[in-house]
């Protein structure tokens, strides 16, 4: 029985609870769970298969760093040689990059997707089989215009198609899959490098071609985003989409209007790529704030020189005092485990503490490790305590970075651009972030050849401390708000309200961990 109190609060009715009613309420929740639970597994589905392609970003950048000590020896190449090897490739890529957001609003997410794979695998095979360092050249180009493709719309891919909830999870699965490549690689360097060194090199590039299988059965399984096909004015198939990634059938509605309103006027006005450009460069104080966090922050991820340490970390271990080729490519592997098993802990905290936390604790964690490898490199070079010191210290700053700035600097680009400006937005990003990445690669050496090693890292920590003050200023919580949310909080003049954390949470969360 039940019992309900009348308006006037004087009557008391008593209401028999119906048990059919009670089992009918009951198998609606469960089917209800059960929906929530398949649309869950289809989406965590379509962000695995659209984050393949960054597999071959992480296993080109794990597998060089091993490899060019080998294609020095087999092809005798120049250490200017092989920085413009190792770093052509982000520069490059800003190529792909820019190109990839005018062609997937022309072709769609999926098929840029595709395009990506293939190709980053012609450039892979051209790589392998390359008799010279020019040749070499020609491959190494057209695998970084792959991946600068890739790495810009998997993101851009996985937030549209992503329910709010966990939308900070899936959109990091592209980091997540970046570092599995880079273990990946490093475990190819360690496994081949016993082979001839006129082969074991070419295996160790070849290997990377074997993902492009994966991708071919991907397309058959992934669909369109829905947040393109509303923008081409293809309202049924976006609905069909929605049904299928919602978790609440209910909501789907709800959600597609959310979306034609916030495409609305790009199809009304027929937003040409110059009018998106237009806007970028002449941007509005909203759209302003949105390029400084979003550019800001993918800088800030790469000249803090995590390249570097993942490049070059043969030659980091070496400075350090390891001897032989095989002690020190084994050594990598240990960066390689340790940036993946750090990626994954990012994923089960990303919505559940939100973003800024995360960076806090990852930015902070940086600058202390950077610090500790300058002063490691500088004082304590060539001895058992000076190379235990330098690899925890270069574990701890992939660590760091795995579990902040890493995943979420692609989770903040692909959620705080408005719909018509997305793809050329995050495009740019991943531009600023390639072409960071390139010339930290690119003069390394040279830098560290004229300051040290350890110099470099003390150079290193100075930026990343910089970061500490970027998050703090510039960047907001987005946790839990849809992308219409967030585009309106940037609107707003303070776009951190509602985002501020204070050093109490930071306290929290590293007591939590």
């Not at 992480?58 to 190792?86: C, K, R, T, W």
């Amino acid at each position: 029985m039940g019992i309900q109190e009348n308006g006037n609060g004087g009557v008391l009715k008593y209401k028999r609870m119906d048990s059919d009613g009670m089992e009918e309420d009951v198998a609606v929740l469960c089917e209800e769970k059960r929906n929530d639970m398949s649309s869950r597994k289809y989406v965590l589905v379509c962000a695995i298969f659209a984050s393949l392609n960054s597999v071959l970003l992480g296993y080109d950048v794990g597998v060089m760093s091993g490899a060019i000590i080998f294609i020095q020896q087999d092809l005798n190449i120049s250490e200017v040689q092989e920085e413009v090897l190792v770093g052509i490739l982000s520069i490059v890529s800003l190529l792909g990059s820019l190109a990839g957001g005018r062609t997937s609003d022309a072709i769609g997410r999926k098929w840029t997707m595709a395009f990506a794979a293939i190709v980053f695998q012609s450039g892979a095979l051209i790589m392998s089989l390359a008799p010279d360092f020019k040749v070499l050249m020609i491959g190494r180009f057209l695998a970084g215009i792959g991946i600068g493709f890739g790495v810009m719309i998997a993101p851009v891919y996985i937030a549209e198609i992503s329910p709010t909830v966990a939308r900070g999870s899936f959109t990091s699965f592209p980091e997540i899959f970046i570092n599995l490549g880079i273990l990946l690689g490093y475990v190819s360097n360690y496994a081949f490098s016993g082979l001839s060194p006129h082969i074991n090199w070419r295996v160790m590039l070849g290997v990377g071609i074997l993902p492009s299988v994966f991708i071919g059965i991907a397309l058959f399984v992934i669909p369109e985003s829905p947040r393109w096909l509303v923008m081409k004015n293809r309202i049924d198939e976006a609905r069909l989409v929605l049904l299928k990634t919602n978790e609440n059938a209910n909501e789907v509605e709800e959600r597609l209007a959310e979306i034609q309103q916030a495409a609305g006027h790009v199809n009304a006005e027929k937003y040409e790529e110059k009018v998106v450009w237009r806007e970028l460069l002449n941007p509005s104080p909203g759209v302003r704030r949105m390029l400084i966090t979003g550019c800001g922050i993918q800088c800030f991820q790469q000249v803090t020189g995590i390249d570097a340490t993942v490049y070059y970390s043969p030659t980091i271990f070496k400075d350090a005092g390891i001897k032989g080729n095989t002690q020190l490519l084994a050594a990598t592997v240990a960066v390689g485990f340790t940036k993946t098993i750090f990626i994954l802990i990012a994923i089960l905290l990303i919505d559940k503490v939100g973003r800024k936390p995360l960076l806090y604790v990852s930015t902070i964690g940086m600058t202390t490790c950077l610090f500790g490898l300058g002063l490691t490199l500088s004082l304590l070079g060539n001895g058992s305590v000076g190379i235990k010191l330098a690899i925890l210290c270069v574990c701890g700053n992939v660590a760091f970075f795995s579990v902040g700035i890493g995943p979420i600097c692609w989770v903040l680009t692909s959620e705080i651009f408005p719909l018509r400006l997305r793809a050329q937005a995050s495009a740019l990003g991943a531009v600023g972030s390639r072409v960071s990445s390139g010339v930290v690669a690119m003069s390394f050496l040279s830098i560290s050849r004229m300051i040290t090693v350890g110099g470099t890292f003390f150079v290193f920590a100075a930026i990343s401390a910089l970061s500490v003050a970027f998050v703090h200023k510039c960047v907001p919580e987005t946790k839990g708000k849809s992308l219409e949310e967030i585009e309106m909080m940037f609107q707003n003049d303070r776009p951190q309200q509602g985002g501020e954390l204070e050093l109490e949470d930071v306290k929290h969360l590293m007591q939590t961990q």
